[in-house]
């Protein structure tokens, strides 16, 4: 870890250098910005994904920059608090005039944040958000990378019912958590009908807080009513708890739930629980250009104060990297200037690149963009068992035939 | 102006009301620790009637303050047979309840949230903290207000001499509960999006740290305090991980130094002294 | 299922006892709401599982999150209590806000915002009962909680110490004229009042092998809950309150309202407040608001 | 001769088995200045309590200007007229003298003109409040922070806050306790023009002679029960009152 005085002092040289760098080739940056949760709950989210971004950065200067103009990414923390995400997409949109905005990372912030981006002209593209129909509601400058959880259960719960014989599930969520809520009420319980699948609590849906310590009631009311499996609807730092829970209780039953259970993290808590998740990324994946940005990021990763040792890349630092990526493509293919009196054409040009997007070469696969400004693009039924995620099913967010698929 | 800037002053705007909610039950001598529940209150309701109910905003703001109101006067009935630190403890209870029952709510969406208000500028917000503030300002130099600094100083002795104690704090009650659930209204309607994580306790406890910390013995504190804490955090970027660390340190420095408030009455005399004598 | 639902809420009521116990400490004594001892239990969490995570056994991880936490709870009191000890109750409340904030952000730096959690071999067997299974950590926690109530309640009621603290907590200017310092009961209280959040801490995160900066929120809000039921003057009350709740709790998911589950507790503590303000186990109803 | 102003018939007040009144009886006749005497602990602020509402009698009956207020709420019988001061005085410690004496009037008209300001909403109750403040002598301080001043004029601002809630029974806890001579003598004239005024004043104290000089008609409790009663001259040559007061007095 770095000690605090190191860190003072490469800030210090960071901003001189900055300034320095500001003062000789003024016109010639283009700026991106990006709003991460650096502090509050979901402080390693961001402090990761500003880690990738810096990377990223680097790499796109170190190859030329957009067009002879040097990339500047702007990154804003926004604590976890929505009012905070939507007021720092304005300072980057109108103060630090960016071409397109990475973030905001969660559904709630997002729900926030993409209405100002509609009022402001800019693209704003979530790396984490998947609660049904956000950026649906705020065209057409909202995008997420990310797929919406109704289309990824369509996969996830027949490989589910299949390979562990399911008949009949028991439902609990994190009722405070927007998507995971939304995902444990409405879109889980549709799926398990339609594949024939009996909700032992459907009259009595099983909730929990986020940061509840104890859930052991919620558990032992399952294991009472002794479904076949367990549909975990919560964040994986939430979902944690309940599996230390039925491993505590002796209740182990395949779970199935929906992107937000992917990390290492959670393979941690009962490695002889298997369960079932979509992801469009995780770090132990193989192929593609995921492998070679691993190795890049994680090292920096793990030499960041502030960070775990022992942390990964999460699948939200993936996305956010594709974020950037593209616009990055989009500004260098669509003749983005970077100059003040050019700004509202060039925020219009990779707003319009990306809806045209045409096989973006995403970490995981080609990358594109439906209607509702959810990407199309691959993504895998993963199962974690013994402590690894593996690929079960691959499977792609659009029509099949489309070439991101 | 920025937008950047119209944004955090219709934050600071939104924070300054709620915390004058708590500034006119502490004008009492009570403390509320769930004034965000009479928030959620506003939100939803104000949400709703624009939304779903197609009413103006400023009528579904107006009815959003009286529902509210009542409904604080309703509770005060019963609540305020406490005092100190026990009606705080209530009053975080009524919050984290109003909180769960939104949560519970599926016309507004429940967990999910509530969308589909009209974006408000931050010249409407700041009509209505003005025109509350005025009223605040107003109501200082009243009778009425002497009477609830009366119920602060000593509730005994001010029953004694002729005040009716009981409807002036369920008076105070309902005010606190009708300018919150304005707070809640222009809140929901300026970010376009509501869910019951927004009122939480964390809410409840923001609206007294502004309070506290401007000066809880005129309205006007109610600004500074809430100027303090919506721009503070923003100046503290360069943190980076330490903001909040920073932040908390501040908070207890302003404190130490200043435990009135940055603002207090003694402050204010001796300014309009000062131009009385010129 | 009933039984086994019982036991959970047991274990569950133990914890808020705990902490219920740790806000009543300074509560009864200073009046005031110390938010951060939320953070002290989070605090004593992290410190049990860097000592238990370095192989050493479970009383040594107490200790060290009692230790831990009480000597923060110490700074917190010279910072920011004893200075604010003549302004309204609401300002120290404050004060002790900042600090939970600054704790937070100290955990988030140094063990990340993700659940750090333990390996397995922590969670200990399983007894069996009949129909009941209890864990043996569950059994520890219980125990423990027992033992230390226990020892409050005799360091309250029998030492010159816990004279001395109820002599403050009555009027802090006549136990001054009877010869007890003010700032040095403070200070135990507050060191008292931190060692018993730092316990609770250590013997969660062990429990349920799983902590994260932000564990000490939702549940010290329930404590304060559990302390106004058990009633803020009585040792006893929280051993009481704590399982109540936890009982309360654990069958309002069992019969079908986890949703409403807050509803119940929260609407619950209200009833006590305005029907039983002095809590379950006090005395006589005497008007015991304090300005603030 | 028409009906007292004020009646007690009857009134025991007991805290846990001491009785602190015990069927205790008296009146109090419009436009008279009554004193009530006797030894600490004699039940003399108990009195107090239980007219005023601040105690409930435990039996017997209240009567105010013919209603029964035994079981009134505090406020009320202030407003119907029966204000006092306290023996420890309670002034309000945020209020100036001036707010002190806007506090307390009552309300006249609409609800809402009392959440204006006062000074466009209620000229009668500034004119008031300026009336008062000149009565006592109060303008030099009007601004000042009542609770800082000295004690006597502590005590005046207590007597002059219960006048301007228009009471037409003062009762006055010790008016001159902790005062000078010319301080008390200040106070005796002023209670004397009340008097002339058309107001009633119970009063208790413990200066004999600051009561036998000014009262028209003396009441003497000795542990909770009535011992004497008459007008000063009588009082001070009962044998009774001279042997459980005057006589441990002296």
């Known amino acids: ?159 589910y019912k299949k390979t562990f014989d399911i008949k009949t599930v028991a439902i609990i969520f994190d009722a405070k958590d927007a998507t995971a809520a939304t995902v444990g009420t409405k879109i889980m319980p549709a799926m398990m009908k339609d594949n024939g699948i009996a909700i032992v609590n459907e009259t009595d849906p099983l909730s929990f807080n986020t940061g509840d310590l104890d859930v052991s009631a919620q558990v032992t009311k399952m294991k009472s009513l002794n479904p076949d499996g367990v549909v975990l609807s919560a964040d994986y730092s939430q979902a944690v708890t309940v599996l230390r829970e039925m491993k505590r209780q002796g209740f182990i039953k395949p779970v199935v739930g929906a992107t937000q259970l992917i990390s290492s993290a959670i393979l941690k808590a009962a490695p002889e629980l298997p369960i079932v998740a979509p992801a469009t990324f995780y770090a132990s994946m193989t192929g593609g250009l995921a492998a070679p940005f691993v190795a890049e990021l994680q090292p920096m990763l793990r030499k960041e104060s502030g960070l775990p040792a022992e942390i990964e890349p999460s699948m939200y630092d993936a996305n956010i990297y594709e974020i950037v990526s593209m616009y990055v493509e989009a500004a260098k293919k669509s003749g983005v200037t970077g100059k003040p009196e050019d700004l509202e054409a060039d925020r219009t040009k990779v707003r319009d690149y990306l809806v045209k997007l045409d096989n973006f070469k995403g970490l995981g696969g080609p990358i594109s963009f439906n209607d509702d400004g959810d990407a199309i693009k691959a993504f895998y039924v993963l199962q974690g068992q013994n402590g690894a995620w593996t690929t079960k099913v691959q499977g792609c967010s659009s029509v099949p035939g489309h070439p991101a698929c | 102006m920025s937008t950047y800037t119209a944004s955090l002053l219709a934050d600071v705007g939104i924070l300054t009301l709620g915390a004058l909610s708590v500034y006119v039950i502490l004008a009492t001598g009570q403390l509320s620790l769930g004034n965000a529940g009479f928030m959620a209150i506003g939100a939803y309701l104000a949400s709703y009637l624009t939304v779903v109910a197609g009413v103006p905003l400023t009528s579904a703001l107006v009815i959003a303050a009286l529902c509210s109101g009542i409904i604080g006067v309703m509770i005060g009935f019963p609540a305020l047979r406490l005092k100190g630190i026990f009606l705080a403890m209530a009053t975080l209870g009524f ?91 222009l809140f929901a309607h300026h970010h376009v999006y509501i869910e019951p994580g927004n009122f939480g306790f964390e809410r409840s406890i923001d609206f007294v740290l502004a309070v506290i910390l401007g000066g809880s013995t005129i309205g006007a504190g109610s600004l500074v305090g809430a100027a303090l804490l919506v721009l503070l955090p923003e100046q503290l970027r360069a943190l980076d991980d330490w903001r909040p660390a920073a932040f908390g340190a501040l908070l207890i420095i302003v404190l130490l130094i200043r435990r009135q408030g940055i603002l207090d009455r003694s402050l204010l005399r001796r300014f309009t002294f000062r131009k009385q004598a010129a | 299922m009933l039984l086994q639902q019982l036991v959970n809420g047991v274990t569950l009521g133990a914890v808020y006892t705990l902490l219920a116990l740790s806000f009543s400490i300074v509560m009864g004594i200073l009046g005031i709401l110390n938010l951060a001892i939320a953070e002290l239990f989070m605090i004593g969490g992290y410190l049990g599982f860097a000592v238990i995570t370095a192989h050493l056994s479970l009383p040594v991880a107490v200790a060290a999150g009692m230790a831990g936490a009480a000597a923060i709870s110490a700074v917190i009191e010279k910072i920011g209590y004893e200075p604010l000890r003549d302004a309204p109750l609401v300002t120290p409340m404050l004060s002790t806000l900042g600090f939970s904030i ?46 230390l109530v226990a020892v409050m309640a005799y360091i309250v009621q029998r030492t010159s110490m816990g004279r001395a603290l109820r002599a403050v907590a009555e009027n802090r200017d006549v136990a001054r004229l009877l010869g007890v310092s003010g700032s040095r009961i403070t200070l135990t209280a507050f060191m008292m009042s931190g060692a018993l959040a730092g316990a609770a801490g250590v013997l969660i995160a062990i429990h349920y092998a799983a902590i994260t900066p932000y564990v000490g929120v939702e549940i010290g809000l329930k404590a304060i809950a559990v302390m106004v039921i058990g009633g803020t003057s009585r040792i006893w009350g929280a051993l009481l309150a704590g399982p109540l709740i936890g009982i309360a709790e654990v069958l309002t998911v069992a019969y079908g309202g986890s949703q409403i589950r807050d509803f119940v507790v929260y609407g619950f503590m209200i009833a006590i407040l305005l029907f039983r303000p002095q809590g379950l186990l006090g005395g006589s109803g005497a008007d015991q608001g304090q300005r603030v | 001769m028409s009906a007292p102003l004020l009646q007690l018939s009857d009134v025991t007040k007991s805290f846990g088995g001491i009785k602190a009144l015990s069927g205790l009886s008296c009146e109090v006749r419009q436009g008279q200045i009554v004193g009530v005497i006797g030894p600490n602990g004699a039940g003399k602020t ?86 008062v403040l000149e009565f006592f002598g109060l303008k030099d301080v009007r601004n000042q922070i009542a609770r800082s001043l000295s004690y006597g004029t502590q005590r005046k601002v207590e007597m002059a806050r219960a006048l301007t809630a228009n009471p037409r029974l003062l009762l006055l806890d010790e008016p001159v306790a902790g005062m000078n001579h010319d301080e008390a003598e200040d106070i005796r004239r002023l209670m004397l023009r009340l008097r002339d005024g058309g107001l009633t004043i119970l009063l208790i104290e413990h200066d004999m002679g600051f009561v036998m000089n000014l009262c028209d008609y003396l009441y003497v409790l000795d542990f909770g029960v009535l011992i004497a009663k008459g007008l000063p001259a009588e009082i001070q040559s009962d044998p009774i009152v001279m042997d459980a007061y005057l006589g441990k007095e002296a």
């Open chain 1, 1 to 159: 870890m770095n000690s605090p005085r190191n860190k003072w002092s490469v800030l210090l040289a960071a901003a001189i250098l900055q300034i320095a760098v500001a003062g000789s080739v003024q016109a010639q940056t283009v700026a991106i910005g990006a709003i991460v949760p650096s502090s509050g709950p979901f402080a390693e989210w961001g402090r990761s994904n500003t880690v990738t971004l810096k990377m990223l950065e680097q790499e796109v200067n170190k190859a030329g920059g957009i067009n002879g103009a040097k990339l500047k990414v702007i990154i804003l923390d926004d604590a976890t608090k929505p009012a905070q995400a939507a007021s720092s997409l304005r300072k980057l949109a109108g103060d630090e005039k960016v071409i397109a905005v990475a973030g905001p990372l969660t559904s709630s912030a997002a729900e926030v944040t993409f209405p100002v981006a509609n009022e402001m002209k800019v693209v704003s593209m979530s790396q984490a958000s998947s609660k049904p129909g956000v950026a649906k509601a705020n065209r057409p400058w909202a995008f997420r990378n990310t797929i919406d959880e109704s289309i990824l259960a369509k996969s996830t719960v027949p490989y």
């Open chain 3, 102 to 147: 600054i704790l937070q952000n100290i955990a988030t730096n140094m063990w990340g915002s993700d659940p750090l959690q333990l390996p397995d071999e922590f969670l200990g067997g399983r007894i069996a009962l009949g129909p009941v299974s209890i864990g043996e950590l569950q059994l520890i926690v219980i125990g423990v909680t027992i033992v």
């Open chain 4, 46 to 131: 108990t009195l107090f309590n239980v007219i005023t509402g601040a105690y409930r009698a435990n039996s017997g009956d209240v009567n105010f200007d013919r209603q029964p207020i035994t079981h009134w709420r505090p406020y009320r019988i202030a407003r119907a007229g029966a204000v006092r001061t306290f023996q420890n005085i309670r002034l309000f410690s945020s209020m100036t003298v001036w707010e002190h004496l806007l506090v307390a009037q009552p309300g006249r008209g609409a609800l809402w003109r009392r959440a204006l300001p006062t000074r466009w909403a209620d000229g009668a109750a500034i004119a008031r409040a300026e009336e």
């Open chain 2, 95 to 185: 919050g984290e309840m109003i909180r769960s029952l939104f949560l519970n709510l599926e016309i507004t969406g429940g967990a999910g949230g509530f969308h589909g208000m009209a974006h408000v500028s931050v010249t409407y917000v700041w009509i209505w903290v003005g025109l509350i503030l005025v009223l605040v300002w107003l109501m200082e130099s009243s009778r009425a207000w002497l009477e609830m600094r009366a119920v602060a100083d000593d509730e005994t002795a001010a029953n004694l001499i002729g005040l009716n104690t009981t409807m002036t704090k369920i008076g105070a009650f309902g005010m606190s509960a009708a300018v919150a659930a304005v707070s809640g209204g």
